[in-house]
């Protein structure tokens, strides 16, 4: 769903970019609101292409804002709505609190496109969105994960930014198997908004510190996963010692990993 959603962007972008040299008129004005390109390998990537397909050699002039920050990126979005740009195009750190800029965009003329994430607001207030289906995806996580006919789950969540689309519909799943009895969630954090693998590895090393018997790792963002195996080297305890095994599942990530100590 994820690489769809990206070749669809990709698509849109090329599309936007003969626009701009079909017109071959004054240069059109975009204004991006997008994710630090720290956050992953594919924000970093997404960054550079949104600069590269948006130049002025192809017909436009566009500023970018990349930041993790919500508040930020509303004031930047109303920024650009006041210089007058014909596109905004966002991708929301967070779902929600974005109404009141989505309807001066429309009030302004402004043609409005979300990516990669979702923003939680009326469908009139943005001409397309181009995301991943994030509650899809903790569904097929957490289904996979019961699939496995562990004898229990104890689990460690890693949260990505809390209020993000991303976070949202990754936790929905798990949260809701946890309800159901199927899941123990034995400690619950967040690799903080720029998705770092140090918070990941605090909330992993608390765990440990205070005795949680866990044997599954839920890390919302491949860079989460980074630094609990380090943790647990670090720190060998009964739940997870050099005789033990557990799963870490991480998002963003070809595989699966089998840790064992």
Known sequence: MAFKAKTVLTVLLLALAMVGFATGQS??????????PEESGYRQANVED??????????????????????????AAQGYIRDGVKYLLISAANASGWDNVLKSAKT???????????????TSNFRAALVSDMAAEGSTAVNWLLGQKLPNYNVILIRGQ???A????????????RDAAKVKIVADGTGGDSWSPEEARRV????????????????EMEMASSFPHYSVNKNP??????????????YDSPERENIFE
Request: charged share 20%; proline share 2%.
């Open 108 to 122: 302004a003329g402004v043609t409005v496109f979300l990516f990669d994430r979702l923003i939680q607001t009326d």
């Open 237 to 250: 305890h009964p739940a997870t010692g050099y005789s033990s095994f557990f799963d870490v599942m991480r």
């Open 204 to 219: 992993v090393e608390a765990a440990i510190t205070a005795g949680k018997d866990f044997n599954v790792i839920y890390a």
């Open 50 to 75: 949104m600069n590269t397909v948006f130049s002025k050699a192809n017909g436009y002039d566009a500023k970018q804002t990349n930041t993790g920050d919500n508040s930020e990126q509303i004031a």
């Open 27 to 36: 240069l059109i004005k975009v204004g991006i609101v997008n994710l630090p």
């Open 166 to 177: 991303a976070e949202l519909g990754r936790s929905g799943a798990l949260l809701k198997a």
């Open 162 to 164: 809390m209020g993000s």
